[in-house]
């Protein structure tokens, strides 16, 4: 099982700051781009899920990335695009700087950074995919990083390969032992450039570690681990490459990380009665739901509920403001206590209905969520669709349970399909209604339920346990919206309100919790 990208984060930020000595560094796991550092702020780096190998070799080539990409952000003092050649080439030679000044100081790490250099080199393309006078650079990178190259090249390009990378190695070497930083280094970037002759803004295509998917066969791995073991020795020395390949000073840290992973995606579920669901977490991306646009407005919007107080115009109170009242206000400034108390269950609507504005809608709900977690309210979010002719009620996030990026992702998994069995989906979920009394149960729909009577005895029933029923009706407009907010008012329930925009969603819920 892979650890989640939201446990990755923490411990990651952990090591990197242990590492780079930086202690506001922050750690970002990106799916849509490559590794990068921004120095003194940020290290952006690929998950583990896009590399090659199994779930530990994966994690232990995150592991080392992250150490290398945390020297960068100690030791190195410019960092340029990998995308022309002259920063490509200085990257890399930076890249072997920081591993020898690094290693000094991190001995422990040897073993884990022969492993990621036999992935590296499992993971580069052969020579013959690379077009034009790129494949002279990613022939030098290989010969520099690896002391081999994959595939062939011209007899004249290999002898241009081996003179740039032979001046490469002398120029990090005396930048290791003088201690030198990045700008003896760039120094050199040029004279290599005239050796491979090509030019310093020549583009260099991506090339990924995690351009090969699946597994990587054992022997393939073998292979790579001698060819870089026997090139490597002047520098690490004698390599076990058994010992290598065990990963064993990993594998305790690796293990303990899946178990605190597993506690923290399974708090607060606990069995749920019959015909409520939690969907899998796994393999689902939540990445498309998260508006951070909208989640960061609404903060912002609710930002004086997290302090409690909110500033008033008023008839009397403590300060005289002399510009609200030239302007009609109340004279006087006044803070009130704002708070919420209120424990509430959000009831999502994942009929067919929602289908084509399904993702808009998950962004809404979501971004909701985030603001109740952030504003530290209690709140339980569920819902329903139909799977396989049945209807189901899905658990996002129980009562007990923390909102996080497991949360959403479950919500991510959940399929618009089906009708709008409301009465059916309040009976399943009336035991955990029953046990917790939340003071507010909250519906959030876009159609008439399929069963209005039995919705109405539902409604009633739960009433009785002091739950405060609210509906939220959703629609394509304001008049389509009010007209199905109007038809739910007959339902019994207590309050009614409407959403044209599924923007709103998030303003009317708060609306509702306001004291």
């Given at each position: 099982m ?5 446990s990755l984060?923490e ?6 700051r ?6 506001k ?10 590794t ?6 940020r ?8 590399m090659?190998g199994?779930?530990?070799?994966r ?6 990335s992250?150490?290398?990409e ?19 080439i200085?990257?890399?030679?930076e ?9 000094q ?5 040897d073993?884990e950074?022969?492993?990621n ?8 393309p052969q ?9 002279i650079?990613?022939a ?5 990083m ?11 390009h ?9 001046l490469?190695?002398?120029a990090?070497s005396i ?25 310093s803004?020549?583009t260099i295509p991506v ?14 791995v ?6 870089v ?6 520098d690490f020395?004698?390599?076990?490459a058994?010992?290598v ?5 990993i594998y305790?840290e ?5 178990e ?5 995606e399974n708090?607060?579920l606990a ?9 899998s ?8 739901i ?7 407005g609404?903060?912002i ?17 403590d300060?005289?403001?002399e510009e609200?009242y ?10 009130i206590?704002?708070?919420?108390k209120t424990?509430?269950?959000?009831l999502?609507?994942?009929s ?18 985030e603001v ?22 899905w ?6 349970a923390?909102?996080?990026r ?8 959940v399929?618009?399909?089906?009708s709008t069995p ?5 009976d399943?979920m009336?035991?955990i ?5 939340p003071?507010?149960?909250l519906?959030l ?8 009577d039995?919705?109405?005895?539902m ?6 346990l ?6 939220l009706?959703l ?5 389509r919206a ?8 007959h339902?019994?329930?207590?309050r ?5 925009r ?7 819920v708060?609306?509702i919790?306001?004291?």
């Amino acid at each position: 099982m892979m650890i989640q990208n939201e446990s990755l984060a923490e411990i990651a930020t952990f090591l990197a700051r242990r590492w780079s000595g930086v202690d506001k560094i922050t750690v970002e796991i990106s799916e849509g781009s490559g590794t990068r550092t921004r120095l003194g702020e940020r290290i952006i780096i690929t998950p583990p899920a896009k590399m090659i190998g199994s779930d530990f070799e994966r994690y232990r080539q995150f592991r080392t990335s992250l150490w290398y990409e945390s020297m960068r952000a100690s030791l190195c003092k410019k960092i340029l695009s990998n995308d022309h050649a002259f920063g490509f080439i200085l990257n890399s030679m930076e890249t072997r700087r920081i591993e020898g000044l690094g290693r000094q100081v991190w001995r422990g790490m040897d073993a884990e950074i022969i492993f990621n250099y036999a992935y590296m080199f499992l993971s580069r393309p052969q020579l013959h995919t690379v077009y034009g006078r790129a494949r002279i650079v990613e022939a030098f990178y290989q010969h520099f990083m690896f002391g081999a190259i994959k595939g062939e090249i011209q007899s004249s390009h290999f002898e241009k390969v081996k003179k740039a990378s032979a001046l490469a190695e002398e120029a990090v070497s005396i930048a290791v032992r003088d201690d030198s930083g990045t700008e003896r280094l760039e120094e050199k970037v040029g004279e290599i450039v005239r050796i491979l002759e090509i030019d310093s803004l020549l583009t260099i295509p991506v090339s990924l570690p995690f351009v090969r998917a699946g597994m990587a066969a054992n022997q393939e791995v073998q292979k790579a681990l001698k060819t870089v073991s026997e090139n490597k020795e002047a520098d690490f020395g004698r390599i076990n490459a058994g010992s290598v390949l065990s990963g064993e000073d990993i594998y305790d840290e690796y293990r303990v990380l899946l178990e605190e992973n597993q506690k923290s995606e399974n708090q607060g579920l606990a069995a749920e009665p019959i015909g409520v669901k939690t969907p899998s977490a796994r393999d689902a991306g939540e990445a498309a739901i998260y508006d951070m646009g909208l989640i960061n407005g609404l903060r912002i919007k609710f930002k004086e509920w997290k302090s409690g107080w909110k500033e008033v115009h008023s008839s009397s109170g403590d300060e005289f403001d002399e510009e609200g009242y030239i302007e009609g206000y109340g004279p006087f400034l006044a803070d009130i206590k704002r708070s919420i108390k209120t424990k509430i269950v959000i009831l999502l609507d994942h009929s067919s209905s929602i289908a084509s504005d399904a993702l808009e809608y998950k962004k809404a709900t979501l971004a909701l969520c985030e603001v109740l977690a952030f504003l530290r309210v209690q709140f339980a979010v569920y819902a329903f669709s139909t799977q396989g002719r049945e209807v189901v009620c899905w658990s996002i996030k129980p009562a007990g349970a923390k909102w996080n990026r497991t949360a959403a992702r479950r919500l991510a998994r959940v399929a618009a399909n089906g009708s709008t069995p409301l009465a059916e989906v309040y009976d399943r979920m009336f035991p955990i209604l029953q046990s917790g009394r939340p003071d507010i149960f909250l519906t959030l729909t876009d159609g008439e339920p399929s069963d209005p009577d039995a919705v109405r005895t539902m409604v009633k029933a739960l009433k009785r346990l002091g739950i405060s029923m609210v509906a939220l009706g959703l629609g394509p407009n304001t008049l389509r919206a009010t007209a199905i907010a109007g038809n739910l008012r007959h339902l019994g329930y207590e309050r009614t309100l409407a959403a044209g925009r599924l923007g709103d969603i998030p303003g009317r819920v708060m609306r509702i919790l306001q004291v």
